[in-house]
């Protein structure tokens, strides 16, 4: 947690600062800096409501559009959100960690924001990819109409190539997009600049009242267009879910010096285009350029939202190992794309699922603008989530008094609503999509935390305490095993289950044993001096608590080397057994969840991946015993 900027940024070497400013540009900007292909074409479309084009709605639009960057992005998140760092991790479930941490795990309602704003999350997911990719190939319709028919079949090659790559890791390619992005925003502000000059006039959007005069005057139609203008700073999440990563001050950098800038004069540039030609509402993007530069365009679009759509997807592999390891999804198989990068991963279910999700769509929807329609009622959602969620760091985690904090998130909040309010208005013509797929999500975040809670409720009915087993083993002539054996457990003071039925199954014990319990904080990282508590029961018993941050992969063999030998205790992978409890579960009559929510736990809990892979334990090494529940 801090009040501002990250302490370690200070130090940071103002080269170090560019260099990672100049790769936020190709990682953090994607979706945001995209947005210019779609966003005024489809705000203006939706004030005209099939009318014809107006001065006063150009200038009143374009005045949304740019008080929206001002405010939500600059002023909400460029200056206050990313101040609300969880050890320099940012993004909604940070926030949630950070919250719990202050106010405690029990306190449902933080978990509850932070669940909702994560489900949320993945509603956006599957539009980006479809919505940038198409509008960006929808350029060929400029370049030859002829094109028009290959638009849908090409748009599908590149999102089906792109969910392809991701197994084999983008860090080989990752290099590039810092650069290949800084010359997408160079040439967007290129193009807004030569057009500047076709209206002046348009520099009167400056002036927030244009924006207000055109929200009285237009109706329902004001309305739907301000759902479209949110289309603007859709992208303006990752700014904070990014922090981790780069670091506050070199994504305000970038923000400030080269994006902000760059979508200013792209936007204002293609207002004024529109005042001096209305027709070229079609594609006011596109047609900012000459038709020498339309093809050239089009291809490096075409890159651009390849790179905003990786961001997102990368985000989502991201999201889906922080919401593992805070116990709100089932463990699912996690590979490792990069031996040097660390947030380098790849989760297979979570790809092709959101592959199908994304062709579906492109495939319903057909172009950008139906899509349109389905995109921001997502996005606003999670904003109002974290909005409500700064309120709480502010008053619990900086000490501010209630009515201070609410004073200054009131004026966020409620450009957030007002936004939320308009995009509801698209919930049948494409909303409801994002918002089914952020529900049912949510309801299964919801499922697997009270089931789990449920679930170690129900064993430890069942326990033997731990110190009474050691004392009975220390007077019994059971058979003694050479070698180590761990057993993993939630419980510490307890026996664990798998020790039981190995002792009542095989009548043996081995001559060490560990009782392992693995803990995950609500820190990014856990610091080596703090992973791991050590003490030794007896002879043969030694109990470990192992301590992992949201953001890392739990390493149980590396952290039991490390925690063992400067303790003496004997270890080696190769000769450990590491018991593990399989658990069978069955309905109960009478359960503390609904039958169908009982069902889909236990269908959740089939689904999970081994533990064993989780743990990261060699799978020869592994022993699972397995039992029976009912919940």
Known sequence: MSHGVPAQNSTRPRARVWALALGSIGVVYGDIGTSPLYALKESLTAATAGGALTESMVIGVMSLMLWALTIIVTLKYV????????????????????????????F??????????????YGDAIITPAISVLSAVEGLKLVAPTFDSFILPLSMIIIVGLFFMQSRGTAHVAAWFGPIMMIWFLVMALGGTIHLADDLSILAAINPIHGANFMLTH???????????????????????????????????????????????????????????????????????????????????????????????????????????????????????????????????????????????????????ALASAYGVAVTGTMVMTSIMAFFVMWKCWRWRAISAALMIAPFLAVDLIFLMANLLKIFEGGWLPLAVGASLMLVMLTWRQGTRILADVSKK????????????????????????????????????????????????HQNNIVLKVVTEDTPRV?????????????????????????????????????????????????????????????????RMPHWQDKLFILLARSSDDASRYFHIPSGRAVEIGTQITI
């Open 79 to 106: 200056w206050l959100i990313m101040s609300a760092d969880n050890h320099g991790e940012g993004g909604t479930l940070s926030l949630m960690a950070l919250l719990q941490r202050a106010m405690g795990r029990n």
């Open 462 to 509: 069942n326990e033997v305490s731990l110190a009474d087993f050691i004392a009975m083993m220390a007077k019994s002539q059971i058979t003694r095993a050479s070698g180590t054996a761990v057993f993993l457990t939630g419980s510490p003071e307890a026996t664990p289950t798998a020790l039981l039925h190995n002792i009542k199954h095989n009548k043996v014990l």
């Open 219 to 369: 109706g329902q139609a004001g309305l739907l267009a301000l759902g479209a203008v949110f289309l603007t700073v859709t992208g303006a999440e990752a700014l904070y879910a990014d922090m981790g990563h780069f670091g506050s001050r070199p994504i305000r950098a970038a923000w400030l010096i080269v994006v902000m800038p760059s979508l200013l004069l792209n936007y204002l540039g293609q207002g004024a285009l529109l005042l001096a030609h209305p027709e070229k509402l079609e594609n006011p993007f596109f047609l900012l350029y000459p038709d020498w530069a339309l093809l050239p365009m089009v291809l490096l679009a075409t890159v651009a939202t390849v790179i905003a759509s990786q961001a997102v997807i990368s985000g989502a592999f991201s999201l889906t190992h922080q919401a593992m390891q805070l116990g709100l999804l089932p463990r699912m198989e996690i590979r490792r794309t990069s031996e040097t990068e660390k947030g380098q991963i790849y989760i297979p279910r979570i790809n092709w699922l959101l592959l199908i999700a994304v062709l579906y769509i492109v495939f319903a929807f057909r172009s950008s603008s």
């Open 108 to 121: 449902f309602v933080i978990s509850l924001l932070g669940m909702a704003g994560a489900a949320l999350f």
């Open 527 to 591: 610091a080596d001096g703090e992973r791991i508590t050590l003490n030794r029961l007896s002879d043969s018993f030694t109990s470990i608590t192992m301590r992992f941050g949201y953001m890392e992969s739990p390493n149980v063999p590396i952290g039991l080397a490390a925690a063992c030998r400067p303790s003496g205790i004997a270890f080696d992978v190769m000769s450990t057994s590491f018991f593990l409890s399989r658990r069978a579960l069955r309905p109960a009559k009478a359960s």
